[in-house]
């Protein structure tokens, strides 16, 4: 019975999809077990791994199908589905983190896939060595290998349960955690003028050459995603990427990029303060004194449109953003914390002030700008700081679309258009950003907790924690709160 039912899942399959055979001699038929190789009776089978390719354009409901099946097929399936992503440290040891460790990476692989998904880990940055100093001790394990764990679980869009991850659960994944503190921009060695190593952009380069071996060869597509700090290290390397990829005689495969969080405002601080730490220094100056300390490297596109030492603009989206060749889908929360945090904004459980309401309110309006012209964006009008490897990336919405679904839908666009010149699919948005001008304006905000009592709160009370007045506005338009919010976020 289970052979008759695979058999006709497999006809399911279209053209070379199906596969998925193991066989010795003239007899095939399906086996359980190692994927690259087996043995009956003694003698080897030859193995194929099954192609998904075909139908990754139309997954909606395939993907949770096909896993219900392997379950009922083989009931242990659900325990022994590999979920873990297992460390690997680079081989090449002279790309190496901050104190000298091997970098390394995470691989989860997925036989069956021709998509590739490889996440750069973010985490702020130190600008001197002082401030690395300091950063050593207290957040060791974004400088140093030492103490990683031997496998990890993704989850967002790393995750391989369609589930959770309904349109990518099925690629190859891998994560590179982040231990050079340069936002991915460096390739300095050690030095005796200087006590830590800063090889960010060099460790993207050695994990894409490894996973050359393992699978990225034969690759259709590759997406080079990342947050915060990841988020702006997309942008500064996707384009390194896909040219280091024609260049190793791989020009076949699609790059693409998918910037989480890092797509920052080089705008006046709310409050200025004196430059001690990344915390405190001015986006501008933080990155000025950190490309020089790191020796940082910026697209050399990027880098024709500014005067010589003027390189450091190429680390702001909006500006990298248009030199970019290859195409790239931003996320960003118009109120992203870690923004406010370097402007000087600290909403400490204290209502805000006047001039800091203005500040916030601005600030959303100068990002919906320079996310004009961005062809793939999805903008919440959210108080957050990073989504796509939440657990709850799927819930939040832009008029009414989640970020998976914008996702897939631009997956689909450039499906079509590299296959015949299609003009993008119809209900099928791109281009999302809340037309709402206030934090958490749009219902399906993350939740967020009053930082002196910890209590959670609503979207309600938490406009009226920063000064606006929803009950009241409200009842003066005749309507209930929720309506008013969500007339608010469809931008009526």
């Not at 460390?87 to 069956?112: F, M, Q, T, W």
């Not at 896909?242 to 080089?266: C, K, T």
């Not at 880098?303 to 290859?326: A, S, V």
């Not at 889908?329 to 209502?351: C, K, R, S, Y």
Request: charged fraction near 20%; include cysteine; charge should be neutral.
């Amino acid at each position: 019975m289970r052979l008759v039912l695979l058999l006709l899942f497999l006809n399911l399959l279209p053209g070379e999809g199906r596969k998925s055979w193991r066989r010795r001699g003239q007899q095939s038929q399906p086996m359980a077990g190692d994927p690259e190789r087996s043995e009956v009776a003694g003698q080897p089978v030859e193995s194929f791994p099954l192609d998904f390719t075909a139908v990754e354009g139309n997954m909606d409901s395939f993907m949770a199908q096909i896993k219900s099946l392997a379950q009922s097929l083989y009931p242990c399936s659900a325990q022994a589905l590999e979920r873990d992503m297992r460390l690997h440290l680079l081989r090449n040891n002279s790309v190496v983190c901050n104190d000298g460790s091997p970098a390394g990476y995470y691989l989860k692989e997925s036989k069956g896939s021709k998509r590739w998904l490889v996440f750069l880990e973010g985490g702020w940055y130190c600008i001197n060595k002082e401030n690395c100093d300091a950063r050593y001790e207290t957040m060791r394990r974004l400088m140093s290998s030492k103490e990683w764990p031997s496998s990890r679980i993704g989850t967002g869009i790393l995750s391989s349960q369609p589930e959770e991850n309904p349109h990518w659960w099925n690629a190859n994944m891998v994560f590179i955690p982040y231990c050079s503190s340069d936002v991915w921009s460096g390739a300095s060695p050690m030095s005796d003028k200087n006590d830590y190593a800063f090889m960010g952009l060099l460790i993207i380069q050695e994990v894409v050459k490894e996973l050359l071996g393992k699978g990225l060869d034969t690759a259709k597509v590759l997406l080079l995603a990342g947050s915060s700090a990841g988020g702006t290290g997309v942008l500064l390397n996707v384009d390194r990427v896909a040219e280091q990829l024609e260049d190793m005689g791989f020009p076949a495969i699609q790059v693409r990029g998918l910037s989480d969080s890092g797509w920052f405002l080089d705008n006046k601080q709310y409050r200025r303060t004196d430059c001690i730490d990344t915390i405190t220094c001015a986006p501008t100056e933080a990155i000025r004194k950190g490309i020089r300390y790191w020796n940082g490297l910026v697209p050399e596109r990027c880098k024709q449109q500014f005067e010589q030492g003027e390189e450091w603009n190429c680390f702001f989206g909006y500006k990298i953003y248009p030199t970019l060749r290859c195409p790239v889908f931003v996320v960003q929360w118009l109120f992203d914390e870690a923004q406010l945090t370097v402007d000087n904004v600290h909403l400490t459980g204290q209502p805000v002030q006047e001039g800091q309401w203005l500040y916030i309110q601005n600030l959303g309006h100068e990002l919906r700008s320079t996310l004009k012209h961005v062809a793939a964006s999805f903008a919440p009008a959210c108080l957050s700081h990073e989504i796509i490897t939440r657990s709850h990336w799927m819930d939040i919405q832009v008029k009414g679309t989640s970020l998976p679904r914008a996702l897939h839908c631009w997956d689909r666009s450039l499906h079509e258009s590299s296959k015949n010149g299609k003009s993008p699919l119809k209900g099928c948005p791109l281009h999302l950003i809340d037309s709402c001008p206030w934090p958490h304006c749009n219902p399906s905000c993350p939740t967020i907790r009053d930082q002196l009592s910890g209590q959670e709160m609503n979207v309600i009370q938490f406009l009226m924690h920063m000064g606006f007045d929803v009950q009241k506005m409200a009842q003066q338009q005749g309507l209930e709160p929720t309506k008013l919010l969500g007339m608010l976020n469809s931008g009526s």
